[in-house]
Nanobody, 119 residues
Framework: QVQLVESGGDTVQAGGSLRLACAVS????????MGWYRQVPGEEREFVAH???????????EYGDSVKGRFTISKDNAKNTVYLQMNNLKPEDTAVYYC?????????WGQGTQVTVSS
């Protein structure tokens, strides 16, 4: 059974930082495209970041335009965990953040973690 469990969501002031974690079981993060999406009530789920394997030991990262230069996705294969470091947070970053695993389109989702950024 595949499980993705997010943690690290919190309320922070604008300009602050948070690190989200996604602990994964039932699949190996090194072989899947792992990603983060976010959603605000009443809006569509928005792509935040992906990290995907390549044929070599390198990985490729991709970011949504609204978070480029502020957010960094990474993973620890030994811990089977994916992270999202979020810096210089803005009120518009407020959302529920979801972890995703796919090949490469999403196959599995976590339950989400709330991030609230106050101005």
């Amino acid at each position: 059974q595949v499980q993705l469990v997010e943690s690290g969501g919190d309320t922070v002031q604008a300009g602050g930082s948070l690190r989200l974690a996604c602990a994964v079981s039932g699949l190996t993060v090194s072989t899947f495209t792992m990603g983060w999406y976010r959603q605000v009530p009443g809006e569509e789920r928005e792509f935040v970041a992906h990290i995907r394997p390549t044929w070599s030991t390198a990985v490729v990262t991709e970011y949504g335009d609204s978070v480029k230069g502020r957010f960094t996705i990474s993973k620890d294969n030994a811990k089977n965990t994916v992270y999202l470091q979020m810096n210089n947070l803005k009120p518009e970053d407020t959302a529920v953040y979801y972890c995703m695993a796919g090949r490469p389109t999403p196959d599995y989702w976590g339950q989400g973690t709330q991030v609230t950024v106050s101005s």
